[in-house]
């Protein structure tokens, strides 16, 4: 049960997302190729109405909205560069002043003191990454739930804070794209009192669930279920899955020294976990010595 103000949350919906969350993660660099569509996808989502700027109306909007996408994906690209994967690592004013100027939205908010509020109320209670990102996504939201700025910056919020618990959800879903089938329903759901998160965080669980299912589906019908997981893949420590997790970005590299720094663990280990991956042919070296970077294969 997770307590907020008072209250007793259930995760019925929440715990279901475990499994279904390791086996989309494990299986995460057999599909990579297909899971490079976070561009289109946030294309999508900043044409949609409930996420998009006020763009004039004139014979600049499309260089407008072309400046707009461009300024998602640097924000998608500093997200899955510098989150992935560092459930340490606060989340501080400054990161969501610096999301929000990546995302174009410049203008400096009054409000930093309530985003301050919650985000020492994130830390203090380390609930699940799905209960975490669905409390972010709707306390910012309420912010100024008409504000086209806060609705936007509440989307990359929410995906920050997936990505920070290893949540790699770039290419493979978008959560966003349910809510847009019955606006209805994420309406009612959204307006619910900010005291009471019950009826919100089961309908975010329950979609985070549904997409994860959907893919996992997907996915058996691709490959044949003894072929799903390469038998080298599923012998790698979580370190090591987590290191071809954050190389499936385009022009990834990582070192020695970034491992250590990542795990906090000594470079020795860190030696080990990259030797490991080279190989089995998963990473490929380049240089020598103290200059040698690693991408993926």
């Known amino acids: 049960m997770l307590l907020l103000s008072g ?63 461009l300024s998602l994906k640097k924000s998608l690209d500093y997200i899955s560069q510098e989150w992935l994967a560092v459930p340490t690592t606060p989340v501080q004013l400054k990161h969501i002043e610096f999301l929000s100027d990546l995302a174009g939205q410049t203008n400096k908010d009054p409000r930093g003191h309530q985003v301050n509020k919650l985000l020492a109320y994130i830390s203090a209670n380390p609930d699940h990454p799905v209960i975490q990102a669905g409390i972010m996504f709707k306390q910012i939201r309420k912010i100024d739930p008409e504000e086209p700025r806060i609705k936007l910056l509440s989307h990359l919020i929410m995906v920050l804070f997936f990505y920070k618990n290893g949540f790699d959800i770039k290419g493979f879903f978008v959560i966003e794209k349910e809510w847009f089938k019955n606006k209805a329903l994420f309406e009612s759901t959204n307006q619910e009192p900010s005291t009471n998160l019950t009826l919100w965080l089961e309908y975010f669980a329950g979609n985070v669930y549904n997409n994860l299912e959907k893919l996992l589906l997907q996915l058996q019908s691709s490959y044949p279920s003894s072929n799903l997981i390469p038998s080298k893949f599923v012998d790698l420590n979580d370190r090591q899955k987590t290191i071809l997790t954050i190389l499936d970005t385009p022009d990834a590299k990582i070192t020695n020294k970034k491992v250590a720094q990542t795990f906090k663990v000594s470079q020795i280990t860190a030696s080990r976990d990259l030797s490991r991956l080279a190989q089995l042919g998963l990473v490929f070296a380049h240089g020598r010595g103290r200059s040698v970077y690693y991408t993926k294969v």
């Open 7 to 69: 209250l007793e949350i259930p995760k019925s919906e929440v715990t279901r997302t475990l499994a279904f969350t390791s086996s989309v993660i494990a299986s995460s660099s057999v599909i990579a190729s297909k899971a490079k569509q976070s561009l289109h996808n946030f294309q999508e989502i900043a044409s949609s109405p409930s996420t998009s700027l006020r763009v004039p109306r004139n014979d600049n909007r499309k260089n407008l909205v072309g400046q707009t996408i």
